[in-house]
């Protein structure tokens, strides 16, 4: 079995690709590097043993897929490429929109014309918005507040009405929470340009002395401890599940969405307190005001894919603070 991986120089889609390698498929990653490094491609074939082919193409570049897709066979289609910063997105809406639902579009138009209808896609709990209860399920009322998360929301509507369109596709679109820690090996991670967005890279940035202190965005969240709550998910958990996903869609038709998550939250403070037990750095913070757009509390009813998929998420917040601490501490500048 062939599957395309596109956006795999990335840092999910590298731990899928480091998974789907283990498990014996063959794979063809495709990235334009716009957020990432050639180097985590040479680190995934070093951690396997294996080689793949990996091509530096853009999906808006429909006729560079063409030639792609005439070249190799492929059974499905796991899609991670996008831009992801939410910050960014509402700088440059107009880039977000081209890339990540053009690049869609071209992606699924080239897939139709060479026959491959499987397609397991990279959706968010932002698309969840502000809900009203925890745990979300999958029948929760949609929402975005900001362009990325519109692009997800948009392009999870493209898929909708693609498979109403022609029934022969066979779809996953998979809600991730908070995907955070890295592969065992401390040889692939998730290496932020500039100054990170996410909680845990700033974490572990300050704690390797890059940055002076964390500033923890609001106190006054209806939480228990008052800072907000997120439902951290172990990255290589996170990939298990894309697994899954392929092989449902092997034995059904149809598209179902499934959120990935533990189904546990855990707020800023608890995230601070178990990776200074880990790691035994102290980090050093401040309480600021809310970040505009964030919500106070987001985590998972998994049940869904646990029921369907067989799969549920196996390891816990300390391994995910221990596994994004030896990334870190290996590569104090990412793959830079
Ligand atoms: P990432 O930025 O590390 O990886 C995405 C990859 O896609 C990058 O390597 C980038 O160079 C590539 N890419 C972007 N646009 C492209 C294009 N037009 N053509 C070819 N390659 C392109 O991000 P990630 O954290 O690995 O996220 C993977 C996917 O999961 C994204 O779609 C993201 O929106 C989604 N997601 C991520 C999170 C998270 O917290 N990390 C949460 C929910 C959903
Ligand atoms: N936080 C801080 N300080 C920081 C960074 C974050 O206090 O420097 C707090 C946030 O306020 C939030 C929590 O840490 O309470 C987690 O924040 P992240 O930025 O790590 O994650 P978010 O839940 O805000 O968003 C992430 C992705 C989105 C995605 C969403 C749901 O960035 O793209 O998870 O999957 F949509």
Redesign the pocket.
């Known amino acids: 079995m062939t599957i395309l991986v596109?956006?795999?120089?990335?840092?999910?889609?590298?731990h899928a690709s480091v998974e789907l390698l283990e498990k014996g498929y063959d794979i063809v990653v495709?990235?334009?590097?716009?957020?990432?490094e050639i180097d985590?491609i040479n680190r995934v074939k070093e951690i396997t043993g294996k080689d793949f082919p990996f091509y530096q193409?853009?999906?808006?570049d429909y006729e560079s897929l063409k030639k792609l897709f005439a070249s190799y066979n492929f059974d499905a289609v796991m899609?991670?490429?996008?831009?992801?910063a939410v910050g960014e997105s509402v700088e440059i809406p107009l880039e977000y929109y081209h890339?990540?639902i053009t690049?869609t579009i071209n992606l699924c138009n080239v897939m139709k014309e060479f026959g491959v209808k499987k397609l397991v896609f990279?959706?968010?709990?932002?698309v969840y918005g502000n809900p009203d209860q925890v745990p979300i399920d999958e029948t929760f009322p949609l929402s975005v507040t900001n362009p990325?998360g519109r692009t997800?929301l948009m392009i999870e509507e493209i898929l909708q009405d693609l498979y109403k369109s022609d029934q022969s596709w066979r779809i996953t679109i998979l809600?991730?929470?908070?995907?955070i820690g890295a592969h065992e090996s401390g040889r692939i991670g998730?290496?932020p340009k500039g100054i990170p967005n996410?909680l845990m890279p700033y974490i572990t940035q300050v704690a390797i002395g890059k940055r002076k202190k964390l500033q923890v965005f609001g106190n006054d969240y209806e939480t228990y401890d008052g800072t907000g709550v997120r439902d951290y998910i172990h990255v290589v958990d996170l990939v298990k599940g894309h697994l899954s996903a392929l092989q449902y869609l092997d034995e059904h038709e149809g598209i179902e969405t499934f959120n990935l998550g533990t189904g546990t939250g855990y707020s800023v403070l608890d995230l601070i307190s178990n990776f200074s037990e880990v790691t035994t750095k102290e980090i050093p913070y401040e309480i600021v005001g809310r970040r505009s757009g964030d919500i106070g509390i987001c985590y998972a009813n998994p049940e869904k894919a646990e029921k369907i998929l067989g799969w549920r998420a196996e390891k816990d917040l300390i391994e995910m603070c221990k596994d994004s601490w030896k990334w870190q501490l290996n590569n104090p500048n990412g793959y830079q």
Do not use: Q
Request: glycine letters at 14%.
């Open positions: 596109t956006g795999g120089a990335g840092f999910i889609g590298s495709v990235d334009n590097l716009s957020n990432s985590s193409y853009d999906l808006l899609h991670f490429a996008g831009l992801k890339n990540n690049g990279s959706s968010s709990a932002t990325y997800k809600r991730y929470f908070n995907p998730e290496s996410n």
